[in-house]
């Protein structure tokens, strides 16, 4: 608002008292219309009664299958306003401000993203996001703050504190839904890959082989005869062993998918194991 203001001219004074309030002063320079000029009408930018804004600022109704975000906002309007654009996406949770937001995030499914102003009373933006990442259980929630200050040093201070994105007042619910995607895209991302590597290092570290064939061989079939492993299962388990996976099992062996399996589960069977990982520790030391 302070930036529109100036840009166009105008002058805001303010005069603030400790618990009383802030009275602000706008002070607009006055036009006056020429022969040329047309007066068109204007949409305001939430086109809803402010009473109702007011009183139907709630959560929306929970679903699984959506992404959960809590907005966080002292201005009862710009709530009510992203609330309703925002549930016919995401779950969405509300709360006044930073207080409220520690209150309600106990009690809600987990949150995916929090949208937060920074100038608010009681704990503010900032306040709010340090409280969150001291919490083992809130300090990966991705976190934007949403906001009326414009300078360069109010940014580097948001994002040097671990903010996602920081998005000046005024914005469009169009911009802020794209961020919230490209967010959400990117954690899924890193989620993949952070698991895939998991399991990597996982099987790396339970095989201990590269080619198990030749590695620990009296061993591998002195348990193939307490077993009664076939021949077919010998090559089955080496393979397993080698990290392949089903068609790649069946491609080697030319054999079907399904024929596969059913040779994996008799193998489970015999062995009395339940995967792969037990499997291969079983035959191998």
Same mark, same amino acid.
């Given at each position: 608002m302070?930036? %529109?203001?100036?840009?166009?001219?105008g002058r805001i004074q303010f005069d603030s008292q400790i618990n009383s309030g802030t &009275?602000?002063?706008?002070?607009?320079?006055? /036009?006056? =219309?020429? &022969?040329?000029? @047309?007066?068109? @009408?204007?949409t305001p930018s939430f086109p809803?009664?402010? @009473?109702?804004? %007011?009183? #139907? %600022?709630?959560?929306?109704? /929970?679903?699984? #299958?959506?992404?959960?975000?809590? =907005?966080v906002e002292d201005n009862l309007e710009m709530l009510s306003y992203m609330q309703l654009? =925002?549930?016919k996406i995401y779950n969405v949770f509300v709360a006044k401000n930073g207080i409220e937001a520690l209150e309600k995030i106990v009690k809600i499914p987990k949150t995916d993203i929090i949208i937060s102003d920074i100038m608010m009373d009681g704990m503010d933006g900032y306040q709010l996001h340090l409280r969150l990442l001291e919490n083992d259980n809130f300090n990966s929630v991705s976190f934007i703050f949403l906001t009326a200050k414009?300078?360069? &040093?109010? $940014? %580097?201070?948001?994002?040097?504190?671990?903010?996602? #994105? /920081?998005i000046s007042k005024p914005f469009s619910i169009e911009e802020l839904i794209a961020k919230i995607n490209a967010i959400i895209v990117n954690r899924?991302?890193?989620?993949?890959?952070?698991? $895939? &590597?998991?399991?990597?290092?996982?099987?790396?570290?339970?095989? $201990?082989?590269? #080619?198990?064939? /030749?590695?620990?061989?009296?061993?591998?079939?002195?348990?193939?005869q307490i077993y009664k492993i076939t021949e077919r299962q010998k090559e089955i388990i080496l393979l397993i062993a080698n990290g392949l996976e089903y068609k790649e099992i069946s491609d080697k062996l030319n054999i079907s998918i399904k024929t596969t399996g059913k040779h994996i589960e008799t193998l489970?069977?015999?062995?009395?194991?339940?995967?792969?990982?037990? =499997?291969?520790n079983l035959f191998f030391k």
């Open positions: 302070r930036k %529109i203001i100036h840009i166009i001219g &009275e602000f002063k706008i002070t607009l320079k006055r /036009y006056f =219309l020429s &022969e040329n000029d @047309n007066i068109t @009408n204007m809803i009664e402010r @009473n109702s804004l %007011i009183k #139907d %600022i709630n959560d929306s109704d /929970y679903s699984k #299958d959506k992404r959960t975000i809590m =907005l654009e =925002l549930s414009t300078s360069i &040093e109010d $940014k %580097i201070k948001g994002l040097y504190e671990g903010a996602i #994105d /920081y899924e991302k890193q989620k993949n890959e952070a698991m $895939k &590597e998991s399991i990597q290092a996982i099987m790396e570290r339970m095989l $201990k082989v590269k #080619d198990v064939s /030749y590695e620990n061989e009296d061993f591998f079939n002195k348990q193939c489970y069977e015999k062995t009395n194991v339940h995967n792969k990982v037990d =499997l291969i």
